[in-house]
């Protein structure tokens, strides 16, 4: 079981930035691929961006591509999302996710653990 805890949200204005962290613990981080999900009042919970296990590959959403960042620090067991210009429609609760596969992709289904989430709400 690998236990993942978000941090960082909150209420933020629009064109601000934030940055959101992820502690993970119960099993090697460093053998698995990590990624951002996020879930907007009634919507779905779509995906925003994933990071391979060394930290050599990143992949992004349409819509936060060139705003957003991830990145690890497998010596922290952490991962984090760097997030730019922030739109209202960013406002979510976001997920850390991670799954022992070479990389889990896109899809909801294509993750182990996940997160409790946390709050980013962005307004004015």
């Known amino acids: 079981q690998m236990h993942l805890v978000e941090s960082g949200g909150g209420l933020v204005q629009p064109g601000a930035s934030a940055r959101l962290s992820c502690a993970a613990s119960?099993?090697?981080?460093?053998?698995?691929?990590m990624a951002w999900f996020r879930q907007g009042p009634g919507k779905e919970r779509e995906f925003v961006a994933t990071?391979?296990?060394?930290?050599?590959?990143?992949y992004y959403s349409d819509s936060v591509k060139g705003r957003f960042t991830i990145s690890r620090d497998n010596a922290k067991n952490e991962v984090y999302l760097q997030m730019n210009s922030l739109k209202p429609e960013d406002t979510a609760v976001y997920y850390c996710?991670?799954?022992?596969?070479?990389?889990?992709?896109?899809?909801?289904?294509?993750?182990?653990?996940w997160g409790q989430g946390t709050q980013v709400t962005v307004s004015s």
């Open positions: 996710a991670s799954t022992q596969r070479a990389a889990g992709g896109n899809r909801v289904g294509g993750y182990d653990y």
């Open positions: 119960g099993r090697t981080f460093s053998n698995y691929a």
């Open positions: 990071i391979n296990w060394r930290g050599t590959s990143t």
